[in-house]
Each structure stands twice: as structure tokens, then as C-alpha cells.
């Protein structure tokens, strides 16, 4: 392990760890370019979301980022080292959980670990479990332990359910403590017990130093995002913090009602509040505080509730006026 690390200079928290720069991908039988011009970086540490519809192009932009995929034209540098013409050097500081189940079936789950572990320089071989040098098993047995899969990692892949498969990838990813941990869509397939563990992980992974570059199409679980990035057909359709993305695209709104309906309406259009009937009455905030607004109502209301936009709410608006 220690070999491994001094061979690449660590990067500063909070620097570009990530640096992509006008990268373009066509797949050799596309019509269009999967990618088609992104550029954005991504700072040491941060737990960064990369969102958008199927065929978007995350995992094409994934997969270029982590090496498995050469780019059309374009630049990517992941710790100031080229993803094309320093690709070992990127593999070693990389962690990748891919969309598609990538584990040998006639294999134990721990196995798939143990031969990944040795594959990457950071234990030697040996040909059972228990001759493995302690620090393996204890590694090994603590990820296990985080994801509740103790007594399953000693079974062939193919007796496992797709979710403990799942975690076994991810054990698996997580045994180079990578500088940056590249997952796509990793929770697909877990149940919410398991999901709930790997968010865990993840935030104690992050808190420990290491970025976090995922794609899911879970729009909640981006909400606790650094940044995040949608793509939409191989471009970036916006980027920033989820907060503003948010106070962009989707304005805060109150939800009032009252028994006297009529004498509520009367009452907003000669204050000149505008209003949408939904079939509560839809007041956008923008910007005025909920309490100035409802303290200016003199008819008894019956309702009131605000309502606080999602990155889900965000996403809509934007994809579904692309798409429209
Ligand atoms: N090997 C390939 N050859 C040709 N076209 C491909 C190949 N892989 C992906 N594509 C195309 O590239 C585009 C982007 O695909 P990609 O898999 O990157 O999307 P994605 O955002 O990961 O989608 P999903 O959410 O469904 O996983 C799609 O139009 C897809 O059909
Ligand atoms: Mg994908």
C-alpha cells in the first residue's frame, strides 16, 4: 500500500481532483456524440452527483474518467494525471463501482476481493482466506460487517442475491481506499436496509478525505451533494451546488386554503397576490417571506403549508422542458 501511495502526490483538500475539459465521445457505429463537449471539475473531497436520463452519457463519462474508455477528443486529468496517457497512474487512485455486476460467478465473494486485492499490488497471494495477512482479513471483515454480509462472503457468486452481489462489488472497490470512488448507480438492486448502510459508508468514506463521483437516478440521494451535474443527451444542462440549482429553477411556494373559498380569491386578486388554484391556492414566495405574505390575509384560513422544492423538483423542470 505504501508503495503505491508515494508514487502519486496527494492532492490538497479542496483542489480539482477532477479536471475535464471539452471531452467529446462517439462511439464508433453513433450517430451523435454519446458526449458532446462537458467540462467541469470536481475538488478533492467533495461528494459530487452526476444526474440525468437514460443514454445521457454518465456512464460513457465514467468510464473515460476511469480509464476504461478512450475519449474521441477532449482532456480529463484525475490528480494532475492524464486518464489517457497516464492511465496506471489514474487506475491506482481510482475506485469503481460499475452499472453492470462485473464479479466471477463460480468464485466466493471473497475471493472476487481477494484476487482484486492482489491484482492491485496491496496484499500477496495466498490461497486461502485464513493464511491472508491479518490486515486483509480485518478489512475484509469489517466492509462485510458494515453491509451486513458476514455470513455470505464466503459463498460462490452465483448462490447470492443481486443485492449481495452488489455489496460484494462494492467491498471490493473500497480495498485500495482509492482517492476518488467512482459509483455507478451503486444502489441499484439494495434493499433500503443496505442502501441506508452505503450512505453511511459513503459519508464516513467522504469525511476521511476521499471523493465521492456518483450517478444514480435517485434524485434524493443527491440532495446531500457537494455539486451536481445533469447531462442531458452528452451536454451539461446545469451544474452548481443543489441550493441553487434549486432557488434557479424552482421558486419556493406557499399552499393556503380557507372554508370561504370565494372571499379568499376576492381577497388575493384585490391585493394583487397572483395565485394558481391546484386546487389549493399556489402563492409563488419569490423571495418574500411566507410570514409577511400570510400576516396580509385577513380571511380565516383552514390551510397553510409551504412547500420547500426538491432537486427532484429542479430535475423535472429542467429535463422535462428539454424533453418537451
Ligand atoms: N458501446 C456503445 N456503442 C455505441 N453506443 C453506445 C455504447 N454505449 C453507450 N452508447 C450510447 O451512448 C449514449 C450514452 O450512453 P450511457 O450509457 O453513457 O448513458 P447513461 O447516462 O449511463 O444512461 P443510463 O442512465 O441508462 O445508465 C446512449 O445513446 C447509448 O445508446
Ligand atoms: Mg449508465
Partial sequence: ???????????????????VEDLVKRYRKGKTNA???????????????????NGAGKTTTISILTTTLIPTSG?????????VTQASSVR????????????DMNLTGEENVRFHAVLYGLYPYRPQFRLMPTAYRQQVRELAALLSIEADIFRPIKVL????????????????RPAVLFLDEPTRGLDTNGRRNLWEY???????????????????????????????????????????????????????????RDRL???????????????LFKIK????????????????????????PSLEDAYLSIIGKIDD
Avoid at 491506482?92 to 464479479?103: A, D, K, T, Y
Avoid at 419569490?286 to 396580509?296: I, N, P, V
Fill in 1 to 19: 500500500m505504501g508503495e503505491l501511495t508515494e508514487r502519486i502526490a496527494p492532492v490538497a483538500p479542496g483542489a480539482a481532483i477532477i479536471e
Fill in 35 to 53: 458526449v458532446d463537449g462537458i467540462s467541469f471539475s470536481v475538488r478533492s473531497g467533495e461528494f459530487f452527483a452526476l444526474l440525468g436520463p
Fill in 75 to 83: 482532456r480529463v486529468r484525475i490528480g494532475g494525471n492524464d486518464v
Fill in 92 to 103: 491506482r487512485q481510482v475506485g469503481i463501482i460499475f452499472q453492470n455486476p462485473s464479479l
Fill in 161 to 176: 442475491s443481486g443485492g449481495t452481489r452488489r455489496k460484494l462489488e462494492i467491498i471490493r472497490s473500497l480495498m485500495h
Fill in 202 to 260: 459513503l459519508r464516513g468514506v467522504q469525511a476521511a478525505g476521499t471523493t465521492v463521483f456518483l450517478t444514480t437516478h435517485y434524485l434524493e440521494e443527491a440532495e446531500a451533494a457537494d455539486s451536481v451535474c445533469i447531462i442531458n443527451r452528452g451536454r451539461i444542462v446545469s451544474f452548481g451546488p443543489p441550493s441553487r440549482i434549486k432557488a434557479e429553477l424552482v421558486s419556493e411556494h406557499v399552499l393556503i386554503d380557507a372554508d370561504d
Fill in 265 to 279: 380569491r376576492a381577497e388575493l386578486v384585490t391585493r394583487g397576490v397572483a395565485f394558481a388554484e391546484t386546487p
Fill in 285 to 308: 414566495l419569490d423571495g418574500r417571506s411566507a410570514h409577511q405574505l400570510l400576516k396580509a390575509i385577513d380571511t380565516p384560513l383552514s390551510v397553510v403549508a409551504i412547500h420547500q
